[in-house]
């Protein structure tokens, strides 16, 4: 099991006279050649990206929900051709 930080860019903010970008951290975890699961640290969304096949690979966005379990807010699935 391999760990990365990762980053991501969100809206810029504010800092009183030039606009500078906000940047989210994420903890990465590789569960596999084929899984990596991201939590970011200032949101309780959990992304997941799982290769389904050679040419097909699944982003889920998902949100706690009542009891320990989650609820997807999003799916995409992305399809070589």
């Known amino acids: 099991m391999a760990f990365l930080h990762g980053t991501k860019k969100r809206s810029s903010i504010d800092t009183g006279g030039s606009r500078v970008p906000a940047i989210s951290q994420a903890m990465c975890n590789f569960l596999d050649d084929k899984a990596l699961f991201m939590n970011w640290h200032d ?31 999003m799916e995409v699935i992305f399809t070589r051709k």
Do not use: C, K, T, W
């Not at 290769?51 to 609820?71: K, T």
């Open 43 to 73: 949101s309780l969304f959990v992304q997941s990206f799982r290769a389904v096949d050679p040419n097909q690979v699944i982003l889920r966005m998902e949100h706690p929900a009542s009891e320990g379990e989650y609820e997807v807010v």
